[in-house]
């Protein structure tokens, strides 16, 4: 990879040369260039079908990626945040509210990372307290009642683990969450957007039909805390996402999600808008298959689907 990453690179600086020199000189270059952007292209494919499990983990975090409010912007018309766990306090790492979807009311929850540190630390880092989790539940009580959808996306390194949070009930929180989820009368979608750390994502991922972006990772706990934990060596994070095996690729063989959608060249944040439409489309068309069903064949369709996680002979 790192040879490839060497030949993106010369190829990107002598592309951006040739674009240069044409424009300055007034010299048709057209041939050139497209000769290297067809060799860059080319480049770039065989770069991405090849990422290791840890190239996986940089590209989930990247910087640029798209976060849950920028595909529900893209995704669902007339978006209304609600705000607070009616108990303690508005958690800000966890969005959610009411949204349109060609017409048919949605309820929609995300966790929410920032995009610079200033607001990274007002979302916590898309770590939750159990705040976060208990609005979420009251936002997927409320779909039931209303009987509208529940969209989920997952994008956390994993819930917050600060004495605050524990003192008020983290782990409760989140296995209420999941009780809750298991029975919730109304079909659910969850999407692994980026990051699904440990229970923190799984609080927002029994669901009827759980996908993950084709870069993104889902796992017991970070690549770090597990190498610290296991080996007593931070340092061994890119040997533990080797052993992990948290790329959806991983997910899907165990069939723990249901399958796994294509990202554009470069990862998500290279063309959010199509990504955006692919995911819509999908919705729109599992929405249309689960609202068929009767409630009693949903819900013993979910319990079936994640009882079955891990059986072995």
């Known amino acids: 990879m790192a040879d490839i990453n060497q030949n993106l690179e010369q190829l990107e600086n002598k592309l951006e040369a040739l674009r240069e020199f044409s ?31 840890w190239e996986k983990v940089n590209l989930a975090r990247h910087g ?48 929410q990372k920032g995009r610079n540190t200033k607001e990274n630390i007002k979302r916590n880092f898309g770590m939750p ?16 009642k209303f009987k509208r959808p529940v969209i989920c996306f997952i994008d956390t390194p994993g819930a917050f683990c600060g004495i605050g949070a524990e003192e008020r009930g983290q782990g409760e929180a989140i296995a209420i969450n999941l009780m809750e989820m298991s029975r919730l009368k109304t079909p659910i979608i969850s999407i692994v957007i980026g990051e699904g750390g440990s229970g923190g994502a799984l609080a927002l991922g ?12 889902y796992s017991i706990l970070s690549p770090e805390g597990f190498a610290a934990i296991l080996w ?17 690729e991983d997910l899907k063989n ?13 990862g998500a944040h290279k063309d959010i808008g199509e990504l955006a439409k692919s995911i819509k489309k999908l919705i729109i068309n599992d929405l249309q298959e689960l609202e068929k069903q009767d409630l009693e064949s949903l ?7 994640f009882r079955k996680i891990g059986e072995y002979q």
């Open 129 to 144: 307290h159990p705040e976060g989790y208990r609005k979420a539940l009251r936002l997927m009580k409320q779909a039931e």
């Open 232 to 248: 007593k060596d931070g340092t061994r994070a890119k040997e533990a996402a080797q052993v992990m095996k948290i790329t959806s």
């Open 254 to 266: 165990f069939e723990i999600i249901d399958d796994i959608i294509n990202e554009p060249l470069g």
């Open 299 to 305: 819900l013993n369709k979910r319990y079936i689907k």
């Open 206 to 217: 029994v669901a009827d039909k759980v996908y993950m972006l084709e870069h993104s990772i």
């Open 64 to 111: 640029e990626r798209p976060t849950s409010l920028d595909y529900i912007d893209k995704i669902f018309e007339d978006f209304i945040e609600f705000h607070g766990d009616r108990n303690f306090r508005d958690d800000p790492s966890i969005i959610g509210g009411i949204a349109s979807l060609e017409g048919k009311a949605i309820t929609v929850i995300g966790h």
């Open 23 to 53: 424009d300055t000189h007034g010299v048709d270059l057209n041939k050139e260039i497209k000769a290297v952007e067809e060799k860059l292209y080319e480049l770039k494919i065989e770069a991405y079908k090849n990422l290791t499990p």
